[in-house]
């Protein structure tokens, strides 16, 4: 179904230009330092709006260095149009102080994240990981952009892009675990390549994953989900850790965070489809 596009789009999407993250394959295995960053800035503009609100109440004599309460907001309580970093002094970047983006945090990659209700719940339920979703849609992204500002959360990034290739936007090993939910099927064969489990997207996948990490797939779609099934047997480097043909029904976790596709299948009374893949190289 055509999506409207929404009023003022542009403008809106402005508006979270903190959470939004353009030219993605600038930051090619420099992503754990680019939400570090993001949320070092989110600090800063909280601070000063902070600053600013309370030197509006101050009679003009006491407005001395020593009399100015310190700012005290949380990333959490951030303004959600946050300042470019070019207009903030560079002394004010302490990124080094920022969590919870620490070298080592983990972090998750959905592709496809529409609307951003699961992804948005992952990372409210995992504060120190760090979730990035990408979708390629402007008008969709928009919503998610809208979801993760109501959360409030440090940990959670989208990009407005569409991936040709996953190589392109990150380094080897960079991604502890990729989401796949409800991608576009693509059921006529002359599509295959454009399937997001295609074998050649597999063996992206694999590199920009750890060894041990995983690939979670979710779809309603009988066909596509044999179709993934086949290709992550046939492509090395797989191993299928949890495969359902009824989540809902097999008590697995995956079933917990659902998608807005999900709910509405589940509501249908469809099968959804579920594979677990472990990388093993």
Known sequence: MRQRKPKNLQERLDAYKHLLVKAPEQHKGEWRAMFRERAAQ?????????????????PQATLGAGTLPQATLGVGAMPRAALATSTLPPATLDVEAMPPAAPEAELYLEIGAGKG???????????????????????????????????????????????????????????????????????????EAMRLTAAARLDEYKKILKPGGFIEFKTDNKDFFEFTYRKMIEVQGYELAEVSTSLQKSGLPARLVLTEYEERFIRWERDIYFICAIISE
């Open 42 to 58: 989110r600090q800063n503009a909280g601070n000063a709006g902070n600053a600013e609100a309370g030197a509006g109440t101050l």
């Open 117 to 191: 209700r699961f992804l948005t719940a992952k990372a409210a339920a995992a504060p120190d990981s760090l979730f990035l979703g990408i979708e390629g849609r402007d008008g969709i992204v928009l919503r998610a952009l809208e979801k993760a500002g109501a959360m409030g959360g440090a940990n959670i990034l989208f990009s407005r892009h569409l991936v040709r290739s996953a190589l392109d936007i990150f380094a080897h090993g960079e991604i502890d675990g990729l989401y796949l939910n409800f991608s576009d099927p693509w059921p006529k064969p002359r599509h």
